[in-house]
Each structure stands twice: as structure tokens, then as C-alpha cells.
């Protein structure tokens, strides 16, 4: 079974940064991608940002150049550095990761942004 475990949400102001960060358990957590998703009240969830198990990163337009994904095998965790953060960054967001054919989602972490 694969657990994962969001921190670093909070409340900040526009232009603010945070970076959120995903643990997970288990032995294939280097051998998978992992995803970052964001759902906003009345609004559909998102991808916010993705990284593979080599490194490849992908950015939803709406982040690039704000936002960056890393990863750190040694401790089973994958960061989310948001920069520049704006009202409209306001979300849950979670991360998430496919073994086996099956996703598992993290229980999530609230980032407002305050105008």
C-alpha cells in the first residue's frame, strides 16, 4: 500500500511563496511519477505540475515559470516551490501516483492567497 502525506500549505499574501511537499511511503516511490493537483471551490481539479520517475517536469500553462517540481528520492518527497503566488493560486492541493495501475491520492493541504 502506498501512502502519501501533503505539508506546507498556509496563508499568504499575493506575490507570496510557499513549497509544499509530498512523502510517501514505500520502496517504488523513485520508480514512479508523481503529480501535483489543485482543485478550487466550484472548479474542477487540475494538474498543476508532474514529474516523472527520471526527472522529466511538466507545468500546467497557468504555473510556468512560477511553480517548480522536484524531487528527492533519498527521502521519498516531492516539493513544490510556488513563487509569485496569486489569488487565483487559492486551492486544495494534492499529490498523487499511479503503482501498479492504481492511484493513490494524498489527503491534501489548503493554499489561500490573499489580495
Known amino acids: 500500500q502506498v501512502q502519501l502525506v501533503e505539508s506546507g500549505g498556509g496563508l499568504v499574501q499575493d506575490g507570496g511563496s510557499l513549497r509544499l511537499s509530498c512523502v510517501g511511503s514505500?520502496?517504488?516511490?523513485?520508480?514512479?511519477?508523481i503529480g501535483w493537483y489543485r482543485q478550487a471551490t466550484g472548479k474542477q481539479r487540475e494538474l498543476v505540475a508532474r514529474?516523472?520517475?527520471?526527472?522529466?517536469?511538466d507545468y500546467a500553462d497557468s504555473v510556468k515559470g512560477r511553480f517548480t517540481i522536484s524531487r528527492d528520492n533519498a527521502v521519498n518527497t516531492v516539493y513544490l516551490h510556488m513563487n509569485s503566488l496569486k489569488p487565483e493560486d487559492t486551492a486544495v492541493y494534492c499529490c498523487r501516483t499511479v503503482v501498479a495501475g492504481r492511484p493513490y491520492w494524498g489527503q491534501g493541504t489548503q493554499v489561500t492567497v490573499s489580495s
Open positions: 514505500g520502496s517504488t516511490f523513485s520508480r514512479n511519477a
Open positions: 514529474i516523472s520517475q527520471t526527472g522529466t517536469m
